[in-house]
């Protein structure tokens, strides 16, 4: 387990998305999350007191988590002085980039002088089998996206809460590195050779009670060209009964991508439907997921009933106003 409280380094973020790692334990581990760290030119916030390492170490901070997660998932050299103070001071360091702190020998020569241990999230644990498609017991619900970063966790979560609260069996099954800081546990689905994604879903997703639900964390989008591979693990190795669609409304373009537009929530629904029926041809798209954070409360509740008449399912934002109409339309 990763000790906490936990300090998180926002490092130099250009916006409130690339630190989306932090936003995502300031939401849902607030209890744990004891400070912030920002660098100069750093336009992410998370409410939290600023601290510098020395102020954080006497106030027991135990951990230093990379909350950026950035293109590529690089360690910034600019990063490297306060990862190494934080070592000297005690903390252990925690990190779900695809550049792993382990690999960086100054990092480790100082965490091994002061004793400390260095958390790469993002590495695979386990040895995972190739996806076999067999149907399995229990239910599955996938969050899916018009874009990376619109709120698929976020979903995923807020019903796994709500359920929680009706007492019924319900498990939020982390796929990313937030998801597994957060929870603990899960599967770092993009660091996952391509052959065995899918069937390190399966493994994620297990036979299970009938009336048990395994709420999994999505990722990515079928329409982005970076990370649609990911997303297409995930709906095959998850077989899901259900889709949450979930999307960002005042996205311009696909994020990192200027050039490529988001698609309708049409062509999500139609694509992941397809995708999906190759594996359980009884899955139904079941609710609308909005991130409406950008909006205030009048243009949000204008466009999620516009959206719902429009589409014919339930659609809210969980986040804002709880999950209750995504669960109780779950088949």
């Known amino acids: 387990m990763i000790p906490h409280p936990y300090l998180l380094f926002l490092g130099d973020a250009p916006d409130p998305l690339a630190a989306k790692v932090a ?3 300031r939401d849902w581990r607030p209890d744990a999350a004891i400070g912030q760290l920002r660098l100069p030119g750093c336009n992410a916030d998370m409410k939290l007191p600023d601290m510098d390492i020395a102020a954080a170490a006497a106030a027991g901070a135990k951990t230093l988590v990379i909350g950026v997660a950035n293109r590529g998932g690089v360690i910034s050299p600019a990063w490297m ?3 190494e103070e934080a070592l000297a001071h005690g903390m252990d360091i925690a990190s779900g980039l695809h550049t792993l702190l382990r690999d960086q020998p100054a990092l480790v020569t100082v965490a091994q002088k002061h004793g400390r241990t260095l958390h790469d ?8 089998p190739i996806a076999n498609g067999e149907k399995r017991a229990g239910k599955r619900c996938l969050a899916v996206g018009t874009d990376c970063s619109v709120g698929k966790m976020y979903t995923a979560l807020a019903m796994e809460r709500e359920m929680r609260a009706r007492e019924m069996k319900a498990t939020f099954r982390a796929t990313g590195q937030t998801g597994i800081l957060i929870t603990g546990d899960g599967v770092p ?5 391509a052959d065995f994604m899918a069937g390190s879903i399966e493994h994620l997703t297990p036979p299970n009670d009938p009336d048990h639900w395994d709420l999994i964390e999505g990722q990515g989008s079928l329409f982005h060209p970076s990370y649609s591979g990911v ?3 995930l709906i095959h190795g998850g077989a899901p009964d259900a889709l949450i669609l979930c999307h960002e409304p005042t996205r311009s ?3 990192g991508l200027p050039g490529y537009d988001l698609p309708s929530l049409e062509a999500l629904r139609d694509s992941a439907l397809a995708m999906a029926h190759v594996v359980n041809p009884g899955c139904t798209v079941t609710g609308i997921s909005l991130n409406t954070a950008a909006l205030d409360e009048p243009a949000a509740a204008d466009l999620l009933k516009g959206i719902e008449q429009r589409m014919g399912l339930p659609t809210i934002d969980p986040y804002r106003h709880g999950a209750a109409r995504l669960v109780d339309a779950l088949p």
């Open 189 to 193: 689905l993009d660091a996952v050779i």
């Open 253 to 255: 373009h696909m994020r």
């Open 81 to 83: 002085q306060v990862l």
């Open 231 to 233: 997303t297409l693990a």
């Open 121 to 128: 999230v993002r590495v695979p644990t386990v040895a995972y």
């Open 23 to 25: 936003q995502g334990i």
